[in-house]
């Protein structure tokens, strides 16, 4: 993925594609019911704030578990779940639902699957900036029937984090991310203002669109990245629905410009934490999720 500045003479542009890519499915880590996407995964002093994005598909056809508990350090795990359900308890998500993971100085959480289960999630891994890298661990759930909405002729937009089109979402944030599922009816067209500073990107998930000031068509399961533009400046991203229609997710956020270290579960700022983290982790130092004070715990 290249990163692409525009430079401009006035207070607005608009946004264009730069950068199409079609991530390959490939089996998962939960089986052969298991079909993952790495749609971001590397290059992230391009992608920045965002480290990974994964499309998980699971068709499990019996009852068997997978999955299970695992550390995280670092970074906030951000996620939408498209179809089906997935969790426990007072954190379980259905369709339509979105989370936030703060795992900043170290969480543990479980995502076990032991019955017959369809389901589609997005989870992004958001890096946090460097003065929060140990933030304190918290969790945020949004739920279907909470998220802000915008509702017009052939045009649904549902704000997750961030604000658009008028509505902002309660959820807090770190890192300033916008975060948004837009439903588009056949020929649709709309216009949307992000900071021009911001990297961005679109992933369809269904139908065709045509994105931008040239008209560049992105299909199902192609990210495109948004070219962008130095200082504090408005854009204006244009979107047009195909003769299907269109449903596709935008991620636009701050970037942070701040190096990160990966390795396994954790994000550090040097191999020191890795090394630190993981020690901590098997020496049981690291809390489970749902352990966390009420006063971590946000249910809007």
Same mark, same amino acid.
């Given at each position: 993925?290249?990163?692409?500045?525009?430079?401009?003479?006035?207070?607005?542009?608009?946004?264009?594609?730069?950068?199409?890519?079609?991530?390959?499915?490939?089996?998962?880590?939960?089986?052969?019911?298991?079909?993952?996407?790495?749609?971001?995964?590397?290059?992230?002093?391009?992608?920045?704030?965002?480290?990974?994005?994964?499309?998980?598909?699971?068709?499990?056809?019996?009852?068997?578990?997978?999955?299970?508990?695992?550390?995280?350090?670092?970074?906030?795990?951000?996620?939408?779940?498209?179809?089906?359900?997935?969790?426990? @308890?007072?954190?379980?998500?259905?369709?339509?639902?979105?989370?936030?993971?703060?795992?900043?100085?170290?969480?543990?959480?479980? $995502?076990?699957?032991?019955?017959?289960?369809?389901?589609?999630?997005?989870?992004?891994?958001?890096?946090?900036?460097?003065?929060?890298?140990?933030?304190?661990?918290?969790?945020?759930?949004?739920?279907? $029937?909470?998220?802000?909405?915008?509702?017009?002729?052939?045009?649904?937009?549902?704000?997750?984090?961030?604000?658009?089109? @008028?509505?902002?979402?309660?959820?807090?944030?770190?890192?300033?991310?916008?975060?948004?599922?837009?439903?588009?009816?056949?020929?649709?067209?709309?216009?949307?203002?992000?900071?021009?500073?911001?990297?961005?990107?679109?992933?369809?998930?269904?139908?065709?669109?045509?994105?931008?000031?040239?008209?560049?068509?992105?299909?199902?399961?192609?990210?495109?990245?948004?070219?962008?533009?130095?200082?504090?400046?408005?854009?204006?991203?244009?979107?047009?629905?195909?003769?299907? @229609?269109?449903?596709?997710?935008?991620?636009?956020?701050?970037?942070?410009?701040?190096?990160?270290?990966?390795?396994?579960?954790?994000?550090?700022?040097?191999?020191?934490?890795?090394?630190?983290?993981?020690? $901590?982790?098997?020496? @049981?130092?690291?809390?489970?999720?749902?352990?966390?004070?009420?006063?971590?715990?946000?249910?809007?």
């Amino acid at each position: 993925m290249e990163t692409q500045f525009t430079v401009q003479t006035d207070r607005t542009f608009r946004r264009k594609l730069v950068d199409v890519q079609t991530p390959p499915p490939h089996q998962g880590f939960l089986g052969p019911d298991h079909t993952a996407r790495a749609v971001i995964h590397d290059h992230f002093e391009q992608s920045d704030p965002f480290i990974l994005l994964m499309d998980d598909f699971l068709d499990k056809k019996n009852d068997d578990p997978v999955g299970g508990p695992h550390p995280h350090a670092g970074f906030e795990t951000v996620s939408l779940l498209i179809e089906g359900e997935i969790g426990d @308890g007072d954190h379980r998500m259905k369709a339509g639902d979105f989370q936030m993971m703060t795992a900043g100085s170290g969480i543990v959480h479980t $995502e076990t699957i032991d019955k017959k289960s369809r389901m589609r999630l997005l989870q992004m891994w958001l890096t946090l900036p460097k003065k929060d890298r140990w933030a304190d661990p918290r969790l945020q759930d949004l739920t279907f $029937e909470q998220v802000p909405k915008v509702t017009t002729d052939g045009l649904e937009i549902r704000v997750y984090s961030g604000s658009l089109a @008028g509505v902002t979402s309660p959820v807090r944030n770190h890192v300033p991310v916008i975060i948004a599922d837009l439903h588009l009816a056949a020929g649709v067209h709309t216009a949307q203002s992000l900071p021009a500073d911001f990297n961005a990107f679109l992933y369809v998930l269904e139908g065709r669109v045509s994105v931008g000031a040239d008209g560049k068509v992105l299909q199902a399961n192609q990210i495109g990245w948004l070219d962008k533009t130095a200082g504090p400046a408005t854009s204006e991203l244009e979107l047009t629905a195909g003769p299907g @229609g269109a449903r596709l997710v935008l991620y636009a956020g701050q970037p942070q410009h701040d190096r990160i270290y990966p390795y396994g579960p954790f994000i550090g700022d040097t191999q020191r934490d890795i090394i630190r983290l993981y020690q $901590e982790y098997q020496a @049981g130092g690291m809390k489970h999720v749902l352990t966390l004070p009420d006063d971590r715990k946000y249910r809007y």
